[in-house]
């Protein structure tokens, strides 16, 4: 953990009196370390290898749900689902029905695209969350509220001996074969399923064989696994280690980010979210994205800050201009431009989209009025990008470029500034040519508006090159921004954004008039996964 980073989080992020817990979550979040502290990429790891493992049995003859194999819990979705929340038959059970898979069984699917996984029995008990699985069913299954035993006695038959509720004993049932003949005698009805013992070693093995000698269509669906009911006002005692989405379903990142909201909201810390991949005959994989997380914004605001704060004149040892490496490029639009990252027709006619350069130096304290109050950030112009961008001008001030043929150069107007010998602002407000691209030229224009106190506008203005419509997955945009009361237009252009490319692209809030360091700020709540 980089300690100057985490204790400046500590110091900024106490806002509008927010508990020192919910800051200690935001000072993790932008170190890259979550609830569990651990980096997302390993706890991505550490579940592949729980989905890998093949052991029968766990440390000294303790059943496979100990350590091997995936405890999840599959939630329907909507905007509404809280992923702690009980259904009607668990309430009525005090059983949670979670899915149990692994990779030596045939299970195609999670029962649905988004969810959470529980960590393993030791790892749970470790964090001193232990939970206790009641039974296992080798097919997947909803109890009925009224079945016996704590959902764990579908038959209604057998004598429960606590801790243990699982009915198959009692029928007779101990063995995979057994288990198989007493299934075909009830006419493979999964509503007429014995339970398993989740306790006895061999039981919960026969459980996964009896799982594997199914036909296709029930070794699909994944084993019921019971465990006694958590309270869903406590969130925070739920031994969860990450939440995940299908990568193949469209939406179901959002539905994940709701998860993660919810979890942070409540207890103050960030759960990461991982990716999963069911590939035929391969099983399923997950993986870790830093940029679908919630919790990335902090690091985008961080990086726009000390972009703003960088002043260096050039980049690569002068070799290319400024905006190649320091300072903010930003756009502010009406959200009746929807989709907003696409030129419009006059800019392309014109050959040229308008934007403001921020940095420290450059004395940008408000942004352009009567656009609205949100719009976007485009990365620097030396990250790598799909799309590559192209500044064509500069200019110290408002330059009224939609009065420009070309967006640079005014009607009659052919020498730009460097050809003219401008090097003062008073100069410039003359003429109001346009300043090239240049290394030099380009940090004149900044200078220009640095040295001089009676400026005309509180912003400058920047000429980039429209780009071909309808490629926003392509486009190196970095945060969409909210400026003033414009948190409403930019949840609807994170919304459209998302609608389009199935990718999370923050909201940044945006004042040009606050302290260095402040400019630049992000808040989970303003984004559509909390609303």
Not at 19 to 36: F, S
Not at 374 to 382: A, C, L, S
Request: with cysteine.
């Amino acid at each position: 953990m980089a300690i100057p980073n985490f204790r400046r989080a500590v110091r900024s992020c106490v806002v509008g009196g927010r508990q020192v817990v919910l800051c200690l979550g935001l000072a993790l979040a932008a170190n890259g370390v979550y609830a569990q502290g651990l980096p997302g990429l390993d706890v991505a790891q550490l579940v592949n290898q729980r989905y890998a493992s093949r052991v029968q049995t766990c440390g000294a003859d303790r059943p496979i749900w100990m350590c091997s194999g995936l405890i999840v819990r599959a939630l329907s979705g909507g905007a509404s689902q809280q992923f702690a929340a009980l259904t009607t038959e668990e309430v009525q059970t005090q059983s949670v029905n979670l899915a149990f898979v692994r990779g030596d069984l045939r299970t195609s699917s999670l029962g649905a695209t988004a969810g959470f996984i529980l960590a393993d029995g030791f790892t749970a008990a470790g964090w001193q969350k232990p939970y206790d699985v009641r039974c296992v069913y080798p097919f997947a299954v909803t109890p009925p509220g009224t079945s016996g035993s704590h959902g764990c006695d579908l038959l209604n038959s057998a004598p429960p001996v606590p801790p243990d509720w699982s009915s198959c004993a009692a029928n007779g049932v101990t063995d995979a074969t057994a288990w198989i003949a007493h299934f075909l005698s009830n006419g493979q009805n999964v509503l007429r399923q014995c339970s398993l013992s989740a306790h006895i070693t061999p039981q919960f093995y026969a459980a996964i064989q009896a799982h594997e000698q199914a036909t296709d269509a029930l070794a699909q669906t994944p084993l019921s696994l019971l465990i006694a009911a958590w309270n869903p006002a406590a969130p925070a005692d739920i031994p969860i280690q990450a939440f995940y989405y299908d990568v193949d379903t469209p939406g179901q990142l959002l539905q994940a980010q709701r998860y993660q909201m919810q979890y942070f909201t409540a207890t103050g810390k960030w759960m990461p979210i991982l990716r999963v991949r069911f590939a035929p005959g391969q099983g399923m994989s997950f993986g870790f994205d830093e940029t679908e997380q919630l919790d990335e914004g902090f690091g985008v605001a961080e990086r726009l800050t000390k972009r703003y704060a960088d002043t260096s004149p050039d980049c690569d040892g002068g070799t290319k201009a400024a905006y190649y490496c320091d300072g903010v490029l930003i756009r502010v639009v009406a959200i009746r431009d929807m989709p907003i990252w696409n030129p419009r027709a006059d800019y392309i006619a014109r050959d040229g989209v308008s934007f403001s350069y921020m940095r420290a130096d450059a004395k940008v304290t408000s942004l352009i009025t009567g656009r609205g109050g949100t719009g976007f950030i485009v990365k620097e112009f030396g990250a790598p990008s799909a799309q590559t961008l192209v500044m064509k001008c500069a200019f110290p001030d408002d330059a009224g470029t939609g009065g420009r043929p070309d967006s640079c150069l005014s009607p009659g107007q052919t020498l730009y500034c460097d050809a003219l010998g401008i090097t003062t602002y008073v100069a410039w407000r003359g003429i109001r040519c346009p300043f090239r691209v240049t290394p030099a030229q380009f940090e004149l224009s900044v200078t220009l508006r640095r040295d001089y106190s009676g400026l005309a506008y509180p912003w400058n203005e920047q000429t980039i090159k429209p780009w071909p419509p309808n490629i926003p997955e392509k486009l190196p945009l970095e945060a969409f921004i909210n400026v003033g009361e414009g948190g409403a237009d930019a949840r609807v252009v994170q919304q459209g954004y998302f609608n389009v490319t199935g990718r999370f692209l923050p909201i940044i809030r945006v004042n040009p008039a606050a302290a260095t360091g402040q400019i630049f700020t992000y808040m989970p709540a303003d984004q559509i996964a909390a609303n």
